[in-house]
């Protein structure tokens, strides 16, 4: 069920998109609410689930990981057991940035980065032996947009 969001929770919502890291009083004066109030407002969208997380944006290609791919694999099995064994592969390496279950000719499409080939050998060897019959990379060059914010949420009706 989705929360009930006023407009100034939409509003609240595509600033912490933009900068989730400035302080509360200044989040504050941007959306007209005292300090005490804002900070009531983001908890209540965390704990309604509206907010999920709050986390820092990480550049790969500063902090060693030039390598940049997307991966999608085809498993061998389509059964319970294979999907879990792979998922829990998947889960287990760090290199693995995002993993999303998807529909169409490929069963799992995932965001990998690696200091170098060698070890997106290692990655791709080890999502084989977690049961990818067939993986797919494409190796991405660069960024065309970044993560956008969510789209102003719907008005409640």
Same mark, same amino acid.
């Given at each position: 069920?989705?929360?009930?969001?006023?407009?100034? &929770?939409?509003?609240?919502?595509?600033?912490?998109?933009?900068?989730?890291?400035?302080?509360?009083?200044?989040?504050?004066?941007?959306?007209?609410?005292?300090?005490?109030?804002?900070?009531?407002?983001?908890?209540?969208?965390?704990?309604?689930?509206?907010?999920?997380?709050?986390?820092?944006?990480?550049?790969? &290609?500063?902090?060693?990981?030039?390598?940049?791919?997307?991966?999608?694999?085809?498993?061998?099995? =389509?059964?319970?057991?294979? =999907?879990?064994?792979?998922?829990?592969?998947?889960?287990?390496?760090?290199?693995?940035?995002?993993?999303?279950?998807?529909?169409?000719?490929?069963?799992?499409?995932?965001?990998?980065?690696?200091? &170098?080939?060698?070890?997106?050998?290692?990655?791709?060897?080890?999502?084989?032996?977690?049961?990818?019959?067939?993986?797919?990379?494409?190796?991405?060059?660069?960024?065309?947009?970044?993560?956008?914010?969510?789209?102003?949420?719907?008005?409640?009706?």
């Amino acid at each position: 069920m989705a929360l009930k969001l006023d407009e100034i &929770d939409r509003v609240l919502l595509r600033e912490l998109e933009r900068d989730a890291d400035r302080p509360n009083v200044e989040l504050a004066r941007v959306i007209g609410l005292s300090p005490a109030a804002t900070l009531n407002r983001v908890r209540r969208l965390k704990d309604g689930g509206a907010i999920t997380a709050v986390r820092a944006i990480v550049d790969p &290609d500063t902090v060693g990981y030039p390598l940049q791919v997307y991966v999608a694999a085809t498993l061998s099995q =389509h059964d319970e057991r294979s =999907h879990q064994r792979f998922e829990a592969a998947v889960r287990r390496l760090p290199q693995v940035l995002t993993a999303d279950w998807v529909t169409g000719e490929t069963d799992a499409l995932l965001r990998v980065v690696a200091r &170098d080939v060698e070890e997106l050998q290692k990655v791709l060897n080890l999502l084989a032996r977690a049961g990818a019959a067939r993986v797919l990379t494409l190796l991405r060059l660069e960024e065309m947009k970044a993560r956008a914010p969510m789209p102003a949420p719907a008005r409640a009706e």
